[in-house]
C-alpha cells in the first residue's frame, strides 16, 4: 500500500543554518504530494504541494519538489529562524484522495 | 468561508463503554471527510476517509467504525473501547482537485 517514509528527529540547527528533511514515498500511480507543518500548541496547516513530477512548491521560503524517479519529496530552506521551530509531516493523497502522512520530523531551531 | 467543528475536545471513558465522536464541516459541499489517530511523538495514522454518503474506506482494522450519515457530518465510534483506544483524534476535510486538508482541533479520550 501507499506510504511516506520521513526523516526521524528531532533535527537541531542553529538560526540561519540550511535545513533539509527527507521525505521519500511508495504509491501506486501519480499521488499529490505535501508539506504540512504543526506549530507548538497549534494544528495541523498545509505548508507547500506539488501535483505531479518536476514540480516545485514553495511557501515561506520553503521548497520541495517532486522526483519521480527518486520518489522523493525533500524540504529545503535556505535560512531557518527560531520561529520555523514546529513539527513537520510529508503527505501524500492518491487518486482515491486517500491522504496519508509520514511520521513527522521535529524541527529545533536555537538563536 | 469554511469551518470544521470537532467535540469534544476531550473525553474520558472506561474501558468497555461505547465510542461517539462528531465532525461537521460548514461552508463547501461533498467534501472528503478523514479521521485519523495521531500518538504522541508518532504521525498521523489515517483511520477512515469517506468521499461520498454512506461510502467510507477503513484503512486500520480495529475496534472502531466511521458512519457518514449526512454530506458533511463524519462520526467515529465504538461499541466497546479498549485501553489501546486511548490517543489523540483528529477530524480532517478536503475538496477533491485541490488535496489540502483543514483539521479540527482533535479529541483527547483515554480510556481508563
Known amino acids: 500500500g501507499d506510504s511516506v517514509t520521513q526523516m526521524e528527529g528531532p533535527v537541531t540547527l542553529s538560526e540561519e543554518a540550511f535545513l533539509t528533511i527527507n521525505c521519500t514515498y511508495t504509491a501506486t500511480g501519480y499521488p499529490s504530494l505535501f508539506w504540512y507543518v504543526q506549530y507548538p500548541g497549534e494544528g495541523l496547516q498545509l505548508l507547500l504541494k506539488?501535483?505531479?513530477?518536476?514540480d516545485k512548491g514553495s511557501n515561506k521560503g520553503f521548497e520541495a519538489t517532486y522526483r519521480k524517479e527518486t520518489t522523493s519529496f525533500h524540504l529545503e530552506k535556505g535560512s531557518v529562524q527560531v520561529s520555523d521551530s514546529a513539527v513537520y509531516f510529508c503527505?501524500?493523497?492518491?487518486?482515491?484522495?486517500?491522504?496519508?502522512f509520514g511520521s513527522g520530523t521535529r524541527l529545533l531551531v536555537r538563536p | 468561508s469554511q469551518t470544521i467543528h470537532q467535540w469534544p475536545a476531550t473525553l474520558v471513558q472506561p474501558v468497555g463503554s461505547p465510542l461517539s465522536l462528531e465532525c461537521t464541516v460548514e461552508?463547501?459541499?461533498?467534501?472528503?471527510l478523514y479521521w485519523y489517530r495521531q500518538a504522541a511523538g508518532r504521525g498521523l495514522q489515517l483511520l477512515f476517509y469517506?468521499?461520498?454518503?454512506?461510502?467510507i474506506s477503513s484503512e486500520v482494522p480495529q475496534n472502531l467504525s466511521a458512519s457518514r450519515p449526512q454530506d458533511r457530518q463524519f462520526i467515529l465510534s465504538s461499541k466497546k473501547l479498549l485501553l489501546s483506544d486511548s490517543g489523540f483524534y483528529l477530524c480532517?476535510?478536503?475538496?477533491?482537485?485541490?488535496?489540502?486538508?483543514?483539521f479540527g482541533q482533535g479529541t483527547r479520550l483515554t480510556v481508563v
Open positions: 480532517a476535510w478536503s475538496l477533491s482537485g485541490t488535496g489540502e486538508a483543514f
Open positions: 469517506s468521499v461520498g454518503i454512506g461510502q
Open positions: 506539488a501535483t505531479k513530477a518536476d
Open positions: 461552508g463547501t459541499s461533498n467534501p472528503n
Open positions: 503527505a501524500l493523497m492518491d487518486s482515491s484522495y486517500k491522504l496519508i
